[in-house]
C-alpha cells in the first residue's frame, strides 16, 4: 500500500513539474513561432536564443507589485484564478503518457489515474474552466471584464455541445471511454481514429480552439476591443495564474487529440513517451500556427459559426457514425 501511495505521489509530482514547464515554455515557443512567421526575431537576449525568457517572466511576475481595485468582490476575485486554473490541470490525471514500464521492479502505469471513464471526466473538468473566467469578469467591477466574461460563458456553451459531439464518433467505433484502451485501439498508423473519422477530427480541433478562447475565436480576451477581457483587473501572480490555466488547458487539448485521433504515444523504434511528446508538439505548433494566421471573428460570426455549421455537422458526423456501426 506504502508503495502505491508512493509511485501515485511522485507521478503527481512528476506530471505538475512537466505540464508547469511545459507552459512556461510554450509561451515562449509560441512568441519565437509567430515572431519568425511575421519576420521578427521573438525572445533573444534572455540566455542563449532567449531561452531563459520564461524564467524572467515568471521572476517579474512574482515581484510584481499586486494592484486591487476598490470596487471588487474580494473573495471571488481572489478565487477566480483558482478556479480558473485547478480544472486546467485536473485534465492530465487521466491522460496516459506511454506504454506501461517497469520501474523499481514494479509494472507502472504512465497514467496517473486511469479511469474507465476518462472522457466523462475531460468533458466534466474543462466545462468547469469557464466558471473562473465568468466570476472575474463579474467580480471585477470593470465593464471591460463583465463584456469578457459573458461572452466566455456564451461561447463555451455555443461550442461545448459540438465539442461533445466531436467525440462521440470515437466512443462509438471504439466502444470504451478509457482513453488507455483508445489507445491501444490505434496500435498502428492505419488504425488512428483520424482515418475513421476526419469530420470529428476537425469539428474536435475547431472547438477545441473556441473552448481555450485562442485566436481566432478569442473574444473573451480581444484586447482591441475590451483591453483585457475577463483579466483586465488582474496583476501579479492572479494574472498568471490565468496565463498558466489557459496554457494548460491548450496543452491538455493536444494531449486529448492525440489520444484519441493521433494514435496517443504508439509509434515505432523511439520510447513511447517520447511519441506522446512528439504529437503534442505538433500539435501545439499547429494551435500557434493559426494564431499567426487567422483575424479574429467578429462576435456575431463566432456564435452563427457554433450553432449553424459546427453543430449541425457534429450531430450528422455522429448520426452517419452510429448507422454505420449499427450496420
Excluded at 490525471?93 to 502505469?109: N, R
Excluded at 466523462?120 to 471591460?144: P, R
Excluded at 485562442?214 to 480581444?222: I, K, Q, S
Excluded at 494566421?293 to 458526423?317: C, E, H, I, S
Aim: charged share 10%; net charge negative; proline share 4%.
Amino acid at each position: 500500500m506504502l508503495e502505491i501511495v508512493l509511485i501515485s505521489a511522485i507521478k503527481v509530482v512528476v506530471v505538475i513539474l512537466v505540464v508547469l514547464t511545459g507552459c512556461a515554455y510554450a509561451t515562449y515557443l509560441e512568441r519565437k513561432v509567430v515572431g519568425h512567421m511575421q519576420h521578427r526575431i521573438g525572445p533573444l537576449y534572455a540566455g542563449p536564443h532567449g531561452l531563459l525568457q520564461p524564467i524572467a517572466d515568471a521572476v517579474k511576475l512574482i515581484f510584481k507589485e499586486e494592484i486591487v481595485p476598490d470596487n471588487v468582490e474580494r473573495v471571488t476575485y481572489a478565487l477566480a484564478p483558482i478556479i480558473s486554473f485547478v480544472p486546467s490541470m485536473l485534465i492530465f490525471a487521466v491522460i496516459p503518457f506511454g506504454a506501461d514500464t517497469v520501474l523499481f521492479g514494479h509494472e507502472v502505469t504512465m497514467v496517473i489515474s486511469d479511469m474507465n471513464v476518462a472522457i466523462l471526466f475531460i468533458l466534466a473538468t474543462t466545462s468547469l474552466g469557464v466558471y473562473g473566467i465568468v466570476l472575474a469578469g463579474w467580480s471585477s467591477g470593470s465593464k471591460y471584464s463583465l463584456m469578457g466574461g459573458l461572452r466566455s460563458s456564451a461561447q463555451m456553451i455555443s461550442y461545448e455541445v459540438g465539442y461533445g459531439l466531436s467525440i462521440v464518433g470515437v466512443i462509438l467505433i471504439a466502444n470504451t471511454l478509457s482513453l488507455r484502451e483508445l489507445v491501444e485501439q490505434q496500435a498502428s498508423f492505419g488504425d488512428w481514429f483520424i482515418w475513421r473519422q476526419p469530420l470529428g477530427f476537425l469539428l474536435f480541433l475547431t472547438c477545441a480552439i473556441a473552448e481555450t478562447n485562442r485566436l481566432p475565436f478569442d473574444m473573451p480576451e480581444a484586447e482591441s476591443e475590451l483591453v483585457g477581457g475577463f483579466h483586465t483587473e488582474y496583476s501579479s501572480m492572479r494574472f498568471a495564474m490565468f496565463f498558466i490555466g489557459e496554457y494548460a488547458a491548450i496543452l491538455g487539448v493536444a494531449a486529448v487529440a492525440t489520444s484519441l485521433f493521433l494514435g496517443g504515444w504508439q509509434g515505432p523504434y523511439l520510447p513511447s513517451v517520447v511519441w506522446f511528446c512528439i504529437k503534442v508538439f505538433l500539435f501545439m505548433f499547429f494551435y500557434i500556427w493559426l494564431r499567426a494566421t487567422f483575424p479574429r471573428f467578429r462576435y456575431d460570426q463566432l456564435m452563427a459559426f457554433g450553432w449553424k455549421v459546427l453543430f449541425p455537422l457534429a450531430l450528422l458526423n455522429t448520426i452517419v457514425t452510429a448507422a454505420l456501426v449499427m450496420l
